[in-house]
């Protein structure tokens, strides 16, 4: 079982509330992700970060921002949340071992309803 | 249009039955191709990784298959089981960037599979 938290697991939240979504891990990683996934849809990349004030944006557009103050902390904020934003949210995390093959590990994500 | 395709989209079967799902990519050249196995609502395992080198990566009831030729991956599932229903995600890394900067991976859509008693 990997080491690494997401909180909540689920939030509904209304039109115009900030909200932060958590990730933790205990691996010490210097590699955090959080991927976006819609229902039956692949997961995209909107933020990574490869280790302490590094952080980049992915291949998916997202109007949330990250930050990178602690290495076991990538949290994820929406400043003013919107229906668009309903979706599933997933962290991971890797070490950086100089090889292709390092292994990816998922929290078990935060499903986000704005109403 | 997706550079890691899977196919079926779902699929049903009886427990004990063996499967295989297809993955064809168009990710070129590339690092690794992984499996990985997603139950409703939690985040994806890892099932089995492979370098372009490899053609085949067991890991108990799974088995993978890689045919960097035809750009194809399978994962087969033997014997299966009730605790099999999940989506599988065919999941390729692109070349590996000495500087460590580049590591992003390319998530298929998955082929759901259910398994029935």
């Known amino acids: 079982e990997a080491d690494i938290y997401q909180t909540p697991r689920y939030l509904v939240i209304g039109t115009g509330k900030k909200i932060t979504l958590e990730c933790s891990q205990t691996m010490g990683h210097d590699k955090m992700y959080w991927y976006q996934q819609d229902p039956g849809m692949e997961l995209h990349l909107i933020h990574y970060s490869y280790g302490v004030n590094s952080t980049e944006k992915g291949d998916l557009s997202s109007e949330s921002t990250v930050s990178r103050i602690r290495t076991e902390h990538f949290p994820l904020t929406l400043e003013s949340a919107r229906p668009s934003h309903t979706s599933q949210y997933l962290c991971?995390?890797?070490?950086?071992?100089?090889?292709?093959?390092?292994?990816?590990?998922f929290g078990q994500g935060t499903r986000l309803t704005v109403v | 249009k997706n550079q890691v395709e899977q196919s079926p989209q779902s699929l049903i079967i009886l427990e004990g039955k063996n499967c295989t799902l297809q993955?064809?990519?168009?990710?070129?050249?590339?690092?690794?191709l992984r499996w990985y196995k997603q139950d409703t609502g939690r985040g994806p395992v890892s099932l089995t990784i492979?370098?372009?080198?490899?053609n085949t990566k067991s890991n108990g009831r799974y088995t993978a298959t890689l045919d960097a030729d035809t750009k194809q991956s399978s994962l087969h599932i033997t014997a299966s089981q009730l605790s099999d229903s999940a989506s599988y995600i065919c999941v390729v890394t692109p070349p590996w960037d000495s500087g460590g900067s580049n590591y992003k991976l390319t998530f298929g859509k998955g082929t759901l599979l259910t398994v029935n008693p």
């Open positions: 492979m370098t372009f080198s490899e």
């Open positions: 991971a995390s890797s070490e950086y071992s100089g090889t292709p093959n390092t292994e990816a590990f």
């Open positions: 993955c064809n990519y168009t990710v070129s050249p590339f690092s690794n």
